[in-house]
């Protein structure tokens, strides 16, 4: 079983235990101890199922709190502050969905709910950590891993992974990035040196060392790479960029020194590992939450516009179609989350039959836009059928813009870091979109772009996204868009 689902799983088991003991206390409390009146006291059939929701109600609140990833490499004092938190907001719930008698004390009962099941699942998840500890010293919990780097400092990690068992990586491969390598080949020599310095730190076992990255993608698949180890190295900021970017595309966690700092920030969330030397480049853009939160707000949001305005929609369409013929929206493949593929749609500015003869981006006073067309691009109402995409979940209504499939592979190329940008849903509108003055097909506006896209995606937040559609209304106004 992959390590990350194992640690997973018994997360879920001992937090079980908390959630089953906790409301077994607080059950024997409130109809058992005799410090409460009694009016009633529940059948077996109504405990049996209380409990169940329960257990059922707690799990959903923890994983939305983002409660079960590995929680391991957190400090306890970040997962004590968790727990507190998410059992505080699951308990307010409770609170507002039962209706109680004033005369059986509620709030002590819900209090001392609070102070025993925080107690439980914080006693539950310290002795979760010490039986992983205890099964990755024991080997029985591995991180099949890789470790980037230049001789020197590679040496120096993986002398640090091989004495600290307890992290449970298990290195099987090293990419070298060395002063003494060209154009991917190793001199011999050198080589051989390395390898003794390896199994004098290893006890002889078997690593295998590439200097190659065309056989580097390929690794992490055969080998089943969990973690990729990235020590500093004579690598350009482009290759690191390119190695992180081809495993967090796979979902596989990528740790760097803290010295690498610069070279990562912006690209995707980092975090600091308590008890390693590292940080992590997650996976995970946003947590479980936030993208209930976002998606219920897109939802809800694109209902109500594409409702409230549907007459003046319609109006729309039938002027798109009256004042030059062809069908009333544009379709056109774009590039969404995941890299997946959609149609979207727009009301059409153009006049029908006008074929790009290579992808680009909006032109002023491009003659094929119509008169109308000129109106709707230019008060960005050419974008209102978009709203459908988002409402079936292909978009957003705030984030990256989605590019054309041709683009995306020119700029991934030019840039290893820009399918970062794909790990969340592109949008109607964005951070950048708000801030742009002209559109300019370059890779230099691009790489302005991308800072953009990966200042929203760092610093995510509904409040955030409620500026960003706001200042987006007042640039309607202006007649900001490209025409």
Known sequence: MNSIKLQILFQVAFDFL???????????????SGYVPIYIIPDCTTTIITYFLFIFYWYIILFFSGMYKNWYEISPFEEITAILKAVLFGTVIIIFLVYFDSENSPRMLFLLYMIVFSSTLFIGRMLNRQVQKTMRIKGKIKIPSI???????????????YSQKNW????????????????????????????????????NSPIEIISNCDYYEQML??????AVIIAKSYANADQLLDIATKA??????????PELYEIFSGQSRTQNLWGIPLMEISTKIFRPWQEVAKRGFDIIFSLLVLILGLPFWILIGILVKATSPGPMLYVQNRVGKDGKVFKIY???????????VKPSFTENNDPRVTKFGRFIRKTHLDEIPQFFNTLIGEMSVVGPRPEVPDLVETFSKALPHYRRRLKVRPGITGWWQIKYTIYEFS???IRNRLKDDFYYIENFSLRLDFEIILRTIWLIFKGHGQT
Do not use: C, P
């Open 221 to 226: 698949d055969t080998k089943k790479i969990e």
């Open 18 to 32: 908390a959630i089953s003991v906790s409301f077994f206390i607080q059950y024997w409390f409130r109809f058992h």
């Open 346 to 356: 727009k009301f059409r500015s153009m006049y029908h039959n006008q074929q790009q």
């Open 248 to 257: 967090t595309d796979k979902n596989i966690r990528v740790k760097i020194q």
């Open 443 to 445: 890779i230099d506006e």
């Open 147 to 161: 470790l980037i780097g230049d001789r020197k400092n590679a040496l120096e990690m993986f002398k640090e992974i």
């Open 168 to 203: 449970g990586f298990e290195l099987n491969s090293i990419l070298l990035f060395d002063e003494n390598i060209n154009n991917g080949n190793i001199n011999n020599e050198f080589l051989d040196e390395f390898k003794s310095e390896l199994q004098q730190k290893s006890n």
